[in-house]
């Protein structure tokens, strides 16, 4: 076969092949966002269809807005979420810095330890993490999930951070030792602004797992004030089983700042993990 | 362990002043992870040796182990759980992996169209969390609802249909295939970024003698790719031997029908929290963990000093 006319067979192919690969993954999302806006018959009778002004209709929301605190849940998950990037961002870089800057003995020691927990889940400490925290009386609070999210977050984001930091120039910091920076200068003021990508690139691996995270919030702060929204989301789908509506409205509230926040990072996402930030 | 002792590691033989600053800048990583992380985990594998005898807390050895393995109750529990872990981790080798590596083969081609949308459009079910994915495959997978069903006659399938989430045969497959359908992407975006990586020179001497298409993906991509699978491959045992939330969302904390979707995750949180007339037990619960760590360690470590080891890597 001559290859100017297989070229185009196959290209169709691969889209084909593409396009159905990507229906499948994103039906389900436009299931529940289209149906979310239906009324309870037409969640039944035309589960495919778009909603039109004969079955648009927001009773979901407006039970889940009546019956569970979903603003409370979200602002919770955000302070925990928040709270844990920003910890493990400044406390994952000085760990770099000094890991990728000083030779000092112990300092290979150190970096192994350290990256042990890229691969061993800190799930399976859960038993102990409970004890201490119900010692330390951090039970139902946000500290204790933000705490547990900033340990799970920092192996991976050293790892990362101390490989990005190799590739800054000698020459900078040696300029800055010359005129007389602190160490800490050096790193607040020299070091960290170049790193800024693959802070951003950290940023969003350690949000991911952390915002749909359910072990610890079912475990650490399942009280009513400290739920997040996974959790809340969780908890209200169990309620409200058979009111369609209101899960099917609960769920999109839900996927929505996901979606949003990866409209946003999804570039960076992306490039870091192309980049070989995570190999 | 305290700022001092981090201090001491790095005091160098060279005669200098102690450098502070390195303690300072490790100290707040080292100790949180330290306290949250490390000592949790220890305490938990000490714990998994101790257990309460006439009401107090008792070192008993391996004891907790020897119930687990072979007491009547507990240990058809732990095994049918083991087994449909292992069944879990197998289909996500099977499935999740091809499918990831086909579409990155695809995606990388030069030249394809659209190739940012559909990465991004696939990547989309990873980043969900498992109450939402968990949830709407219950939904869709429903006889109730419908949909799959009606799908499925669209195809001419109808009679294939089955309430599989419900029934004790089939729910853990159709559940191990909703997680793979959430995390193709992990796969798919690694391999990916293996494949961009070969360098075009490779690819062009690969033309001139010839190969192409299928037989260059075979014979020049894929032993390329080798290392980046191998890393996917540990990724997903240390996943799937930690995973809990699918099933608990999907099928509840007794993950039915009849066990029959039971992994360790889910009899972890079963055993340490208790359910129902169960009440909780912390240091089986304890033992448990200590087998899922030593299941894991065992597949990290292969991976390292075995097949990391004896993998050819190529350098560009």
Known sequence: MSKARSAPVRAAFIHLALIAYTLVALFPVFLTLVNSFKSRSAIFSQPMALPTPSTFSLIGYQTVLQQGDFVGYFQNSLIVTVASIALVLLFGAMA???????????????????????????????????????????????????????????????FILSEFMRTVSDDLKSAGRIDGLSEYAIFFRLVLPLVRPAMATVAVFTMIPIWNDLWFPLILAPGESTKTVTLGAQMFIGQFVTNWNAVLSALSLAILPVMVLYVIFSRQLIRGITSGAVK | MSDTEIADIETVPVKRPTRWHIAVFLAPAFLVYTAVMILPLIETLRLSLF?????????????????????????????????????????????????????????????????????????????????????????????????????????????????????????????SLISVWQYVGIPMMLIYAALLNIPDEVLEAAECDGITGWSQFWKIKLPLILPSIGIVSVLTFVGNFNAFDLVYTVQGALAG????????????????????????????????????????????????????????????
């Open chain 2, 257 to 316: 029908p009849n066990g029959s979707t039971d992994i360790l995750g889910t009899l972890l949180y079963r055993t340490f929290f208790g359910f129902q007339n169960q009440m909780g037990d912390r240091s089986m619960g304890a033992t448990i963990a200590a087998v899922m760590f030593l299941i894991i360690l065992a597949g990290v470590a292969l991976y390292l000093f075995v097949i990391q080891r004896r993998m050819r890597r190529y350098q560009f």
């Open chain 1, 96 to 158: 770099a810095f000094a890991l990728s800057e000083y030779r000092f003995r112990g300092n290979t020691l150190m970096g192994l330890y350290l990256a042990l927990g890229i691969m061993i889940p800190i799930r399976l400490g859960t038993v102990a993490i409970l004890q201490g925290m119900v010692a330390a009386g951090l039970v139902n609070t946000l500290t204790s999930l933000i705490l547990v999210y900033t340990a799970q977050g920092l192996p991976l984001a050293i």
């Open chain 2, 51 to 175: 257990n309460i005898v006439e009401g107090q807390l008792a070192f008993v050895g391996l004891s907790n182990f020897k119930v687990l393995f072979g007491d009547p109750r507990l240990s058809a529990d732990f095994w049918n759980a083991l087994r449909n872990n292992v069944i879990f981790f197998i289909i996500h080798m099977l499935v999740q992996n091809p499918v990831g590596i086909a579409i990155a083969a695809m995606l990388s081609l030069p030249g394809l169209r659209f190739a940012a949308f559909y990465r991004s459009a696939i990547f989309v079910p990873t980043l969900l969390s498992f109450v939402i994915v968990g949830f709407i495959w219950k939904l869709i997978l429903s006889p109730i609802w419908g949909i799959a069903p009606s799908l499925m006659d669209l195809v001419g399938l109808k009679w294939a249909f089955a309430p599989w989430l419900g029934k004790a045969e089939t729910a853990l497959i159709a559940v």
